[in-house]
Each structure stands twice: as C-alpha cells, then as structure tokens.
C-alpha cells in the first residue's frame, strides 16, 4: 500500500484533473460526501465542485491553499476499489481529516496496471480551524503502516540485516542498497541514521556497518552477461524507468541512481540474484546507459565525430582514432567499416582512405628522416602519395644512434670486404637511394646515410673469389629455409634503386593495418 500527499493548491486544481479523467473514461466518481447543495442538484459540473470547496473554505481565510489531495493504490490489483475506500476512510480519521460534516470526493482510476484512488478535501476543519498539517509526511508514513499493521521499526531493522547480508564495499553502496528497500540514510559524527517517510526509524554506528565492508568481485563472465543486458534492454525501452523496472522485473537487477532526476551522473547495481552491489560504471558506463537513441542515430554520431576528428587533426591515425571511439561510443573502425557490438555499418570511402594514409604517414614518420631523399624513399615503399605530410625530423633519435654503434662495431670489427650475412644477421639492408648508400633496418626504423656517417663504403662492394665465394654459397644452402637470392652488384647497374643485400622480407602493404604498426 502506498499513500502519496499530492500538492496543495488556492483553486481546487485536482478537481479539474480527475473531472477530465472522468470525461475520458479513464476514471469515475465513487464517493461524494457532505455536498449537500451540489447533490441535490443530480448534475454537477466540476466549477460547481470548486465553487463548492472555496466557499467552505473560507471558513478560514487565513489558509491560502486550502486544496488537500492524497491517492492510494497497491501492488497491481491485490486490493478492490472498496478495500482501498474503507482504508482511506481510517487513514483519514487517523490524520483529522474525518469529522463530521467534512466534504471529500473520491474517484477511482482505471488508467495503470495498479488500483488506485484520489481523495480530495480540504485543510479546513467543519468548525473553521485549520487541521494540523505539522510533519505531515512523516505522520502519514506512521499511520498507514499502523493501520496495515506494520511496526515501522522493526520492519526497518530486519531490512537493514538483510542489506547487510549482501556484499558492499562503501557506505555509499550500503546508502544505495537501503535505498532501494525504500529508506533514505545519512551519516553524522559516526552514526547512520535510517529513515523512512521523513521519520528517522534505526540508527546504527558506522562502524558496525564499515564491519561488513567486502571487495564485491564480479567473475568476468558475469560482468559480459550484465554489459550485454543492459546493451540489449536500453535499446528495447524509451527512458530511465522503463530500463529499471525491465531490469528489476526480468532479472533481480536494480539501478540506484544519484544526482538529479533527469541528469544523475551516476549510479549503483544491486545484483539480488548474487546478493552484490558495484559501481555500475564498472559494468557500463552511465552515459551510454542512459543514451535511448536508434542504432542508425547512433552510427549517426559516430560518423559524425569521425569527421570532426579528421576535420580537427588530418593525420589522426586508425589506432588513434579508435582510442577515442572506444572510451565514447565503446565502437571501432576496422576494414572500412564502423563497428559497434555486432552491429557494423559502412564507412564513407574517403574517410577510410584518408585513416590508411595517416597509418602509412605515421609509418614512414617511424623512421623519423632527416631530409627529404629519406623522406622521398620511405614514402616510396609505404605508398605514401603525400609527402608533404610527412615531417622531417632534423634530430637523431636514440633508436638510431644505437644502430649506427652497431653498424660501426660491424666495420670495426674487421678490414676488408663486408659479407652480405654479416650485416644480414645484424638486421641491415643495404639500399642505394638516389646515388646514396644507405643502411636500412625495418624492424628499427632505421635509415643509415653511410657516407654522411663517415662509412667507407667500397668494402661494400662485391669482389668475387670463386673459393670464399663457394664456401659461403655452401654454408648458405645448408641452413634451414634461408631462400636467399644471390645479390645484385651495384656497380655493375643491374638491380640499381634495388635492396642489394636480401634483409627484410615482410610486406610492405601491411603498414596500413594498424595492429601491424608498433613505434
């Protein structure tokens, strides 16, 4: 049984708004009591009602909202119109409202899933005094529950061993816990008081309730059913309360919302299947929770900040763009494709093409080339069209240092020619680029200008000795799937612009899928 006190009012407003529910169809009348003029009428019109209240009302006027509303209703239909009628009858008496001679309308609704009733008198007592309306909340609280024959703290104490049978981490959760029961909690100087209808029922000493403190540990399988859930019933309801009461109905599952009403900016799950609460932005995030749209109006916007982003920053890259769809829209872009959950729809084709250019842009940046021949070679193997939006960088990375110590060590290391496996095994490819010779290792990002470093690179070149030569040839055929091709001479212009030593044998058109880029 629930009593709710409705609003007061100077003119009587409820009358108009059961009366119109009347004409509707959707309510009726059901007692009209110490009417006396109106009745003997056999007719009435709602401004004869209203006339009828004011001018009992004046009586006292002093009292400038005189209007007393009230409904009652009851779990779906488990009480008759009648039985709701006799209990607001005692409920009244109980609250002062029940002398002789006291006008009251009642009217029965047919508009919900529940039987419910409206009341309507007013504050003004038959003999002219104003009827006590001090802490009436709380009183009204107090009486129903006599009347249904609850003793409200006893009832407040068992709820609160229930609550604390579950496992909660904070005061915070035991609030939002007790909430849910129907109570409201705050703490003072170390003591939680209890309250229900505005009358403080229990208090307790935090300390007993800070005892109970558990790490609420969710299995991950557990945590993917509840994301899924509410994934699937957000999208099946129009608001807030359709989602919590089609979580609380279908599956014990409660949502403890904080802040305001229509903008809470945060909330709590009380699992009662596993007796738990969690901070329910663990599970999902209260903003995609509580975000009704259509899926198409949701790709929508995501199309939309995908072309912000680019519009914001032109060389954004998959990897980075993706960074920002997961934290806002828990969705992705892969193949051309936005996805989201097991929904995809299509990426507009310039977008796309514009992210794989930014990978192949950031791929080539990897390498960070000091001048524009390095900048030229490696937009060349990546496919880069653009180079322009390629950044040169004037400073030496410490990457590269570290590989130019090993190329020095390598030649250090001994006079004459340089074998081919030597550097092979090092990592190193030798490229002539532009007339240049370079150094390049793939798997460091790594360009080496050996001249400008100093390297004497006639011991680069091939001589051949028909024993070493043979020797190596043999050594080479005996290792494992080493299917190394015999190199080209670059002196003798075959191969010329060509790898002249074999080292990296990835493909090159993989630098635009971005789970293949690692800086």
Known sequence: MIATILPSSTCFHAVGYNERKVAKGSAHLLEMKNFDAVEMLGHHTPDDLVAYLENYSSKNPRIKKAQFHMAFSCRGHEKTEQELLDFAHEYLREMGYGEEGQLLLVYGHTDTDN??????????????????????????????????????????????????????ASITQFKALMNSLGYECYDNEGVVSIKRGGAVCLKIPLEEISSHYRSTTFDRQRRRQLRAIFAK??????????????????????????????????????????????????????????????????????????????????????GELNDILSRQYKAYVKQGQIWRGRDSRPLRSHMWEALR???????????????????????????VTVPHMVEINGTRTTQYNNRLSDLRSIFDSSTGYIHRQTLRSAGFTIRDIEGEMYAFDMKARVLINLENEGFDIRRLQFVKNPVEDKKQNAAVRRKPGSGIRKPHDVESGQGQNREWEVGYKGDYDRIDDESSIKR
Not at 296 to 317: G, H, M, V, W, Y
């Open 233 to 318: 019933y957000r999208d099946l309801t129009a608001n807030k309360k359709e989602l919590a009461d089609e979580l609380k109905r279908k599956f014990g599952i409660e949502l403890v919302f904080f802040g305001k009403k229509d903008s809470p900016y945060g909330y709590m799950i009380i699992d009662h299947n596993k007796k738990a609460v969690i901070n329910g932005g663990k599970i999902y995030p209260i903003k995609e929770l509580l975000d009704f749209a259509t899926p198409d109006e949701r790709f929508a916007r995501i199309d939309s900040q995908i072309d912000a982003q680019l519009a914001n920053d032109p060389k954004i890259t998959i």
């Open 357 to 383: 250019r930014n990978n192949r842009i950031q791929w080539v940046e990897s390498f960070a080339p000091a001048t524009e021949a390095e900048r030229d070679f490696l937009c060349s193997i990546g496919k």
């Open 115 to 168: 039987t419910h009733i409206h009341i309507i008198t007013s504050r003004v007592a038959p003999d002219g005094r104003k009827i006590d309306h001090n802490h009436e909340r709380v009183r009204s609280q107090r009486v129903v529950e006599r009347l249904l024959g609850n003793d409200i703290n006893e009832k407040a104490h068992r709820d609160m061993e229930e609550a604390l049978s579950y496992k909660f």
